[in-house]
């Protein structure tokens, strides 16, 4: 039962959420909505009409699509790449700080620096950096003598150069939460751990990776349902390409858009992304909760 | 088993906090020993140095004869439990026992002998499949301890481990400790800021104060015989009341001048008082020696008459505290029959054999001869 106090209170909460539900409903709910819909129609920017009803046919296009398969390919190898490094640097680099009492702070924030960049400005001020025969890095290659690096032109160039400045970008969030989750944990199991017999390797082993397991599980969610939405430095760095060698999910369905201005099918795509994000963030919030 | 020693050893912090000064101490093969102080006198330190988990600044830290400073942790062979119990929280008990012999690669059938003979011992064979999360603070001490036994080293150090328990618990597990010991025969050390622990449990007391030993001895030869001020002001509850007073020469005597009145320092300690006549000294007479029939005062009885300020019935004993007109209160344990009521005059005997002088200046207690 509820009393009429409590009752008030939820009242005024209502209300002073009601502007914020507001926008996000105009901002986020109609744009997903309407794509939903959208998504049953044969609805091209050429011809943007809901005459044609086609139920769920641009999804098993979609599906049936070989190029949408190359760009979930793409995808996922981009994805399972950045996290696999971003994780291995990061946990490295966030075991190294946890250990430093000196200077913690200016690490810190040298390492935040990248972070606090807009992705697009990332993807331009790399483009500059490795221009084939402008950019600098090639400069200072030729400088030890090592050839000129076609970083972007050719396709596993690109995909490699793409995930590294990736990770240039984005190291740093792995860094931050696992060093967060580092400094929680208890310092006498160690000393107790040091005292059994356990060397520097085993106590990492048998202590610190079960103890971060929650933090760690978190960690790799957050980044893995991020790096499936990467659009911003492939849309500045390479378009996709060359060819098809970077066009990840994200991309692809831009195209599809408005280049291919066949909108119906680009919100269906756009739904079964949505797809996979919620039932990630739903795991996510379920981990979590748990821990 | 083995012996410790201490040869001089000091420990400096990175911070310039000297935790420990100069400290001599030999604990014997097979001894319990107490480390007693106040909280921030340097005993964690102390024992953290002998297990190896600081480094002493100066001096050598011998286990059975051999100098450890650099020898790591893992083999000295000495098993440490801490304040907070240190389990590992995402194992069970059973793997918290197993987890040191595991690693040694003690045979299996050899892991689960000593397991079950341990948890057998301190009664935790049906926690071995819980977590820690899952016990309570005693069973938690309990495994922490088992933990500790499991590897059967040559010493146990054990930095606080009953201060987290409830005042019963801590009164059983100390017991069991003292049993253990005895059971073991293992060389045992034992911090505590607690003066009761001390004085129940330990073969011998070393009282540290600033990262310095004051005293080192068996808890009634300290208890008796305080070597300073120190020292009498923090064994038992009331301690030891420490009054400020005059030596003078009374005839061929020595009296001491308190401000509630005189008393006459008993023969056998005139030689040895005789030095600090004139002077001004520190009385130190303890609460148990106050006698309510002069009979128990024994021969050297002196009466004392005072008003009551405050009357502490504990139960079996009563403690007063008596008004010192221009001196400091102080207090006497007497019998718990009495009536007496706060405000009442007493009278009093004291048992001025049991009575100790010290040197205002040093804090130091002046050399007497001892049993009288
Ligand atoms: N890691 C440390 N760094 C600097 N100072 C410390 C450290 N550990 C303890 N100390 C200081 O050393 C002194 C003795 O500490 P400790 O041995 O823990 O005392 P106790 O166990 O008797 O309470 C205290 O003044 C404490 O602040
Ligand atoms: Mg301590």
Redesign the interface.
């Given at each position: 039962m509820q009393t009429r106090i409590e009752a008030a209170d939820q009242r005024f909460g209502w209300m002073l959420s009601a502007p914020g539900l507001m926008l996000l409903g105009a901002v986020i709910g109609f744009p997903i909505a309407w794509a939903l819909f959208t998504s049953l129609f044969d609805y091209t920017l050429i011809m943007p009409s809901y005459d044609n009803f086609v139920g769920l046919d641009n999804y098993v296009t979609a599906l049936g699509d070989k190029e949408f398969g190359h760009a979930a390919w793409v995808t996922l190898t981009f994805v399972a790449a950045i996290v696999v490094v971003e994780f291995s640097i990061g946990f490295l680099v966030a075991l190294m700080l946890n250990s430093t009492e000196r200077g913690r702070g200016i690490y810190y924030i040298i390492l935040l620096c990248p972070l606090l960049m807009n992705p697009v400005v990332v993807g331009l001020i790399w483009r500059m950096l490795l221009h084939p025969t402008l950019g600098i890095v090639n400069y200072l290659l030729g400088l030890v003598g090592l050839g000129p690096v076609n970083w972007l032109g050719d396709p596993t160039n690109a995909f490699i150069t793409v995930v590294l400045v990736d990770v240039w970008h984005q190291v740093s969030f792995m860094i931050v939460l696992l060093l967060a989750g580092l400094s929680a944990l208890?310092r006498?199991?160690y000393?107790?751990?040091?005292?059994?017999?356990?060397s520097t390797l085993?106590s990492f082993w048998?202590?610190t990776l079960?103890?971060m397991?929650p933090v760690i599980v978190v960690t790799l969610l957050i980044r893995v349902i991020f790096a499936i939405k990467t659009y911003d430095i492939i849309y500045i760095m390479t378009r996709g390409g060359p060819g098809d060698a970077t066009d990840l999910i994200s991309y692809f369905i831009y195209r599809r858009a408005f280049v291919g201005l066949n909108l119906g099918e680009a919100c269906a795509l756009a739904g079964l992304l949505l797809a996979v994000i919620v039932a990630m963030t739903a795991y996510l919030h379920r981990v979590m909760r748990k821990v | 088993m083995a012996s410790i020693e201490l040869r001089s050893v000091s420990k400096a912090y990175d911070g310039g906090v000297h935790a420990v000064r100069d400290i001599d101490l030999s604990i014997a093969d097979g001894e319990f020993m107490i480390f007693l102080g106040p909280s921030g006198c340097g005993k964690s330190t102390t024992l953290r140095m002998i297990?190896?988990?600081e480094t002493a600044t100066a001096g050598d830290i011998l286990i059975g004869g051999e100098r450890v400073n650099d020898l790591d942790?893992?083999?000295r062979d000495?098993?440490?439990v801490?304040q907070?119990?240190?389990?590992?929280?995402?194992?069970s008990v059973r793997k918290n026992l197993s987890?040191?012999l595991r690693?040694?690669g003690t045979p299996r059938a050899e892991i689960e002998r000593r397991i079950g003979h341990v948890s057998k011992m301190m009664g935790i064979d049906e926690l071995l499949d819980r977590r820690p999360s899952q016990l309570s603070g005693g069973q938690r001490q309990r495994v922490a301890l088992g933990?500790a036994l499991v590897?059967e080293p040559q010493a146990f150090l054990l930095d606080e481990p009953l201060s987290n328990l409830d005042a019963k618990l801590r009164a059983v597990m100390r017991t069991e400790l003292i049993k253990l010991h005895q059971r073991l025969g293992t060389t045992m050390v034992h911090v505590t800021h607690d003066q009761v622990e001390a004085m129940t449990m330990g073969e011998r007391i070393c009282i540290m104060k600033d990262g310095e030993v004051v005293q080192v001895g068996a808890p009634l030869e300290v208890y008796t015989n305080p070597a300073d001020t120190f020292v009498a002001g923090f064994l038992a509850t009331p301690s030891m009341n420490l009054m400020p007073a005059r030596l003078e020469a009374d005839g061929d005597g020595l009296a001491i001048h308190l401000a509630a009145g005189t008393i006459a320092v008993p023969e056998p300690f005139r030689a040895a008082y005789a030095p600090y006549a004139g002077q001004a000294i520190i009385a130190g007479m303890r609460p148990e020696d106050f006698h309510e029939k002069p009979a128990e005062a024994g021969p050297f009885g002196q009466l004392v008459e005072t008003t009551i300020e405050t009357v502490e019935a504990l139960g079996p004993e009563t403690i007063l505290t008596l008004s010192q007109p221009g001196g400091t209160a102080f207090a006497a344990r007497v019998s718990a029959a009495g009536t007496s009521r706060a405000g009442d005059k007493i009278r009093l005997t004291y048992d001025a054999g049991k009575l100790h002088l010290f040197d205002p200046r040093t804090t130091k207690r002046i050399a007497r001869p001892l049993s009288v």
């Open positions: 208890p006498e199991p000393e107790a751990a040091r005292v059994e017999g356990a085993q048998h202590i079960p103890l397991r | 297990a190896g988990l942790p893992a083999k000495i098993s440490i801490f907070n119990y240190a389990l590992f929280p995402h194992m987890f040191g690693l040694k933990r590897r």
